[in-house]
Every structure is written in structure tokens, then in C-alpha cells.
């Protein structure tokens, strides 16, 4: 029998049809949907006279435009509240069997949520209007991001074209030194080989690294692989994942589980599996990451300084770091630990679950946010994250600390709700883009790891955490 | 969907890699739950010298004079040049909605992101890709000289300049064809309902937990 890679089945077994020329019509099996990429689909549907193909594989919530403060005072834009209360509408209108609104406990980062409910599952294709669902990956999952016409495609097909990408293998290998993990590994990966380095490619991320990663961590890996340039990244199935998955709401239960996990077994790369391209690295050299420019690429470790464009050879790669590091506000070769910060946020997609905000807390304890740090932040990724840190104490070592303790959303990764930055304010977040007006229109995101937020947050620069005394 | 056959436009040069789609299309413009309207608003961040938000009458904002599409020459331009990994970040299809609101009907890069290369097709915005050596004497081109038109050949698979001869771009037979054609993708795809069905049918019985 051939040798088949991860991507290599799960495409395989969500083929409907193929085209000559290659483009296939694959198989979606949940669809997660939100407030802002989906209100032109489901008006796009309405207005053809089309039905929902099958509208039990949609979980929706909100998310992006959500407030983290005071909930139950609503949202105060009313163009932002508009968009909420059309989703609300939608799920009623279509009958959407699964809807977390602003108000129900359950509600989160639809990228927490999905795992957290047992709604994805291994195996499946798992599509939702947003590019990070490559987080769904972690549980060997084939899952991408797309945009609204193809939301719109999947509500009224329950498929959607493509093509098959080429297979790109990132294998990790070693242990991970104190105080460096998933978030490090995964920029240390987009630094190596670059926001376009996984262009037209499914990631596997494989190695003894990822295999020792928890689910929490593997999902921080995956949910930057389009950060990487890939639309979708995945990691083969291990006990882990079975483990992670017993129990959760959506799993199946009982002789069902079981059935269901010996096939999601088998949802790993044969040996012997070829890969269009590999790429290695040794996770014992990975120090603790930060970013120091306006893409995700542009990265360095903490004890490195910021890079000089008069090294860089290539005019147009050397205007780029020009034009980063004016608007970033720094001087080339200056010392990483040397740059204050005005604010720091721990949460988004890549770093809200239980397990950051224990990293981040453990940091934390005990100590206090800088004087000079006008806004130090946590937002969990759900409201069950949250209950789960408040049972935990961790809430009040936050509080105790000076940091503000808030409600779930996608809050300042993106800032569509009041949770942003001011022109000229740096900041440490453990979100995922550190893009020109990402965190608001002139704000400076340096992306670092929930544990390097932290510190920040105590020393009002960065500093490494394995030295924090 | 418009279709896409030939075009000839003013071309507007962007010359910088990485261009993300939070810089085609800001957050604060994602709070539309229309699909129109967003033109005004493309580049919003390096297009103005005050800051945008929703609702604005776009007569009332002040240009950036450096910004290249406020050039004078580049106006009304429908063709834009660009650098690699053109519309990377986040999957907003608001991004081909406002190049295409704006004017645009091609651009032409030597790389695009995955997502934002798909969202194009569904707009009839084309995305063409022609290798580096190319885009450097475009870039050149198009800063030499004023009023700098190219034509787009889609059922050729060419672009040409003024000042050479076409140069020839690869496009997937079936993007080409729903391109040409103005083909909606669902109705394509609902042809093929019964092969979905059966699909459908050959999944519940090996993955039930699935569909319950």
C-alpha cells in the first residue's frame, strides 16, 4: 500500500469530485461561523432562494466585535452591535442548531470554543470565515480559513473547490529549554522560513517537540501556520488527542468514542509518507521570541538586537525593514531588552486557553505590572477558560499584579471593539500579527509568548523570563 | 460575477512586499454586514493623513499626497502592480471587495497569499502572476512613463505592454473558464448534488458521530 501523508488522507477521504484540471469539490464536515464574515453570506443565500445544505454542522458565536468590559450593558457602537444582532438573526432565521451569543457562558474565540466543545474533531474539514482556523489542525483535522463567498458556498453545498495543496513537513526535535515554548517554536519557525514560506502548502508539524507539546500548545502552533503562509496547518493524532477529546460535548460517547478513536488512529503520516518539502529544527536552540518589526517574519530572539537594513543586500527586503523599523519607532542594533512598552495583552486565538494564562500567571504571582505600563491586560478565550482560571485563583493573581481581568473575545489581537492601541503605543501581545495599524491605527505589536508578555508587563520592557529573578 | 475577458487600464504601482490585508482593508470597515461600499476605504491607512472610521463622507478626508495612488497619473487606474505575497494575513474578503470597489480589475504580483488569491476569483478581480524579472522592468515602466496603460489577454493568458511583446501567465483551466464566463460557483456545484448525497451517504456510515 502506498505511503500516504496526514494531508494526503484527509483529502482523500473528503473528495466528492475531481475536475480534469485537478480541482476538486471536498467534503465540509463543521462550519464555524461569526459575526463579521458572515452576514453577506447568509444574504447572498436569502437572496438566491437557497437553504442551508446542512445546517447541523454550523456553530456559530460572536466574537470580533464583542466588549470585554461591562457585557450586559451591550455594545455601545451601534454599527459593531448591528453586526452581532444580524448574526442573531441568522441563527434564528436559519436555524442554526448551535449558537454562543454574547451572553451564554460558552461563548469565546470561535477557535477556543470548537476544541473546547468537542466540536472539532479528527478527521473532519473544518472551514470558518476567518484564516486562523488552521488552529483546528492540532487535532489532525484539515481546516482553513476562507472568505465569505465561500461561506456562502458552504451553507448552500456543504463543499467547496480546491485544489490540493503540496505537503510541507516541519519536524521538531529535542526538548524545549526552560522558559521558551509553543508560541516561541512557532515564530522561530515563520522567522526560518518566512510569511510566504508555506504558500500553497499543508503543514505538518511533526517531531519529538510537538509530540511532548499539549493540545493547548499544538493548537498555538497550528493557529500561526497561515502566519507562515499556509492555509492550513495539522499535527498526527496521539493519545493526546484522544484524551483531550473524551467527554468534551460534541465527542461522540460511549462504544461510539471508541470506534471513533481507533480510526482517528490512524490519522498520522505512514512512514515512509513523502513530503513535497521538509524543514527541520532543533528546538534546543530556540530562545524565548520576539518580534521587532511589522510582519510576523521579522523576529529575533530576546537576547538579539534589532537587525540593521544596511546588512540586507536585497533593496526591496531592505526598504521593507526600513519602512518597519520607522514605523515600529526603533534604531537598528538596538538590545531587544532595551525597548519599553506602554501596554501588554495576553489572549487571542493563538494564546487564551487555560494553559497560557497558567504559564502567564506563574510569572506574574506575587509581583506587580510596571509603573510605567499605562494597560495590562488578560482576556480569556472563553467564557469556560475563564471559569476554569477564576476556580483556579488565577483571576486574582492577575488582579493583584495590576492587570485588568476581562471577558472573552477576539478583543485587541485585531481591535474591532474599544481594546486598542493609540498611535505610538507599544505593546507585548501574545496574539498572532504584528501588521502596520493591527492593534489600532498607528500602534506598535511586538508578538511574543504568554510567559515574555508577562515579564514584560512586570519590568515595563522586554526582558527574557529565564533571567526574572 | 462580472466576467473577465480583456482589459486595458492605467497602471498604478505598489512597490512593497507583505502587503496584508489589514493594510487593503482596515478592521473598522469589517463592522459592514453589506458587500459593497468599500472603495473609498482601500488603503485606508496610508491613503489618508486622518484616521479613518465607518460612516465618513470621503470628500471631507484629507489625501496623503505620498501615497501612490493619490498621485495624479495614477488615477483611475485598474491595473496595480505589486511584490510579493500580496494580500497575507487575515482571510477578509472585504480586501478583493475594495480593490475591485475601488477600480481595480487585475493585479498583477509575483506571489499572493492562498486565501486572498481564492476570495479574488469569486469577485471577478484577477489575480496574475508573472515571475520577478518581469514585475522589475513593469515597476521600471511604469515609472518612466506617463499614463502607462497595460491589456490583459485572459482567454490568451497574456499581458502586454506598451513596449513588448506579451507576456504569458498560467492560470488554472477551471478559474479560467468560471472567470471567462462569469460563472457563479454554487450554482457549478449544485449540479453535482447527487454526488454529494451519495457522499454524504458513504460518510455516515463509516464516521457516524459526524452527522449527529
New interface residues.
Partial sequence: MEALSLYEKLWQSHL??E?????A?I?I?RHLVHE??S??AF??LAL?G?RP??I?SVVATAD??VPTTRRDEGIA?P??R??VE?LDRNVEKFAVPVYYGMSDARQGIVHVIGPEQGAT?P??TVVC???H?STHGAFAALA???????V??VL????L?A?KAKTLRIRVEGALPPGVGAKDVVLAIIGRIG??GG??HAIEFAGSTLRALSMEGRMTVCNMA?EA???SGMVGVDEKTIAYLRDRPF??RGE?FDR?AA?WRTLVSDPGARFDREVELDATRVGPQVTWGT?PEMVVSIEDRVPDPAAERDP??R??ME?ALQYMGLDPCTPMTDIAIDKVFIGSCTNSRIEDLRAAASVVRGRRVAGRVKLAMVVPGSGLVKRQAEQEGLDQVFRAAGFEWRDPGCSMC???NDDRLSAGERCASTSN?N????QG?GGRTHLVSPTMAAAAALAGRFVDVRRLA | MEKFTRHTGITAPLDRENVDTDAIIPKQFLKSIHRTGFGPNLFDAWRYLDPGEPGQDPASRKPNPDFVLNQPRYQGASILLARKNFGCGSSREHAPWALQQYGFRAVIAPSFADIFFNNCFKNGLLPIVLPDFHLDHLFQEVAANLGYRLTIDLPAQTVTSPSGPPMRFEIEPFRKECLVNGWDDIGLTLRRQDAIRAYEERRRAAEPWIFS
Fill in positions: 466528492v469530485h475536475e480534469a484540471d485537478g480541482t469539490l467534503y464536515d463579521v464574515t452576514p453577506q444574504e447572498g438566491a437557497r445544505w446542512r447541523g470580533h466585535n457602537d454599527i459593531a448591528l453586526q444580524t474533531l478527521g473532519m470565515g476567518d484564516s482556523t482553513f480559513g476562507i472568505g465569505t463567498s465561500e456562502e458556498h448552500a453545498t456543504q463543499c473547490l485544489k510569511t510566504a504558500t500553497g497561515i503562509g499556509a492555509r465527542a461522540p461510539m471513533a480510526y510582519s526591496v527586503r526598504e521593507a519602512r485585531l481591535g474591532m500579527r501588521f502596520e495599524g493591527r491605527a
